[in-house]
C-alpha cells in the first residue's frame, strides 16, 4: 500500500507543455527561463514602486501606472508624451520608458520562443505571438542582408510595426545568440527613446501656440495613429483572408 501511495504519479501532458512547468522543473538554467524570470523580476520593482506610491498618496503612483500602460498599449511616443505632459522631467521620462520597455522585452521574448517551439504559456497571448510571427518572417530576409545593422536600423526607426517585439522575433530567426540579439535591440529600443525625447522637447518648445497642453496635444495624435494603424492592420489582414 506504501509502496502504492510513494509511487510517482505521471504528469499530466498539460502542466509539462506549460510554461510554468518548463520554467521550474524543465530548463531552470536555459537563457529563455533567466530572462523571463529577470523581466518578472523588473515588473514586480515596478508594480511595488506603483503600490508604495499610492500608499504613500503622493500623487505619482497614477502617473506610473497610466504611463506604463501608455507606452504598453500605444507605444513609446505616447509613453514618452504623456510622462512629459505629466511633468516629469526629461530624465525621468526617458528613465521611465526605458525600463518599461525593456522589461516588456525581456518578458515577451521568451514567451514568444516558447509559442515558436510549441510550449503552451497563455492563451490569451497565442493571437498575439501569431501575428509578430508572421511580422518577422516578412522583414526577416531583407534585414538578414544587412545583419546586426539591419536588425538595429528596423528596432530604431519608428515604422509601423519595427518595435523591439518584432525585432527580437527576427533575431531569433536569424540564429542569433539571445544575449547578441538582446543586446542589438534593447540598444535600438534605448536609443529610439533618446531620440523620441530630443524630438518631443523640440516640438515642446516650438509649438508654443498650445501652451501648456502641447504634450497632451501630441499624445493625443500618437493614441489616434496607434488605433488607426491597429485598425487598418485588422482590416488589411481580413482583405488578406478573404
Known amino acids: 500500500m ?3 501511495l510513494s509511487r510517482k504519479r505521471p504528469t499530466p501532458k498539460t502542466m509539462r507543455d506549460s510554461a510554468l512547468y518548463r520554467l521550474i522543473f524543465v530548463q531552470p538554467h536555459n537563457g529563455e527561463t533567466k530572462l523571463f524570470l529577470c523581466g518578472i523580476t523588473l515588473l514586480t520593482f515596478y508594480a511595488l514602486a506603483i503600490i508604495t506610491c499610492f500608499l504613500l498618496q503622493n500623487g505619482i503612483g497614477d502617473k506610473l501606472l497610466s ?3 501608455s507606452s504598453l498599449v500605444f507605444g513609446r511616443a505616447a509613453g514618452i508624451s504623456l510622462a512629459l505632459a ?6 525621468w521620462a526617458t528613465i521611465l520608458n526605458i525600463y518599461i520597455e525593456n522589461t516588456m522585452v525581456i518578458i515577451l521574448y521568451p514567451l514568444f520562443v516558447w509559442s515558436i517551439q510549441g510550449i503552451s504559456t497563455f492563451k490569451r497571448t497565442e493571437q498575439f ?4 510571427y508572421q511580422v518577422a518572417q516578412k522583414y526577416e530576409k531583407p534585414i ?3 545583419g546586426i545593422v539591419g536588425l538595429f536600423a528596423f528596432v530604431w526607426l519608428p ?7 518584432v525585432g ?9 545568440k539571445v544575449w547578441l540579439n538582446l543586446l542589438v535591440v534593447l540598444s535600438g529600443t534605448n536609443i529610439a527613446i533618446l531620440c523620441w ?8 518648445s516650438q509649438l508654443k501656440y498650445f501652451g501648456q497642453n502641447t504634450m497632451w496635444v501630441l499624445l493625443s495624435v500618437f493614441v489616434s495613429l496607434a488605433i488607426f494603424g491597429t485598425f487598418f492592420a485588422k482590416l488589411k489582414s481580413k482583405k488578406g483572408e478573404k
Do not use: R
Not at 159 to 165: E, H, Q
Open 168 to 176: 527580437a522575433a527576427i533575431g531569433y530567426f536569424m540564429h542569433l
Open 129 to 132: 505571438f501569431a501575428s509578430i
Open 2 to 4: 506504501c509502496a502504492i
Open 197 to 204: 525625447v530630443y524630438l518631443l522637447e523640440s516640438l515642446d
Open 144 to 146: 538578414q542582408k544587412y
Open 67 to 69: 504611463i506604463g500602460l
Open 159 to 165: 515604422f509601423w510595426m519595427t518595435g523591439p517585439i
Open 86 to 91: 505629466l511633468e516629469f522631467n526629461t530624465f
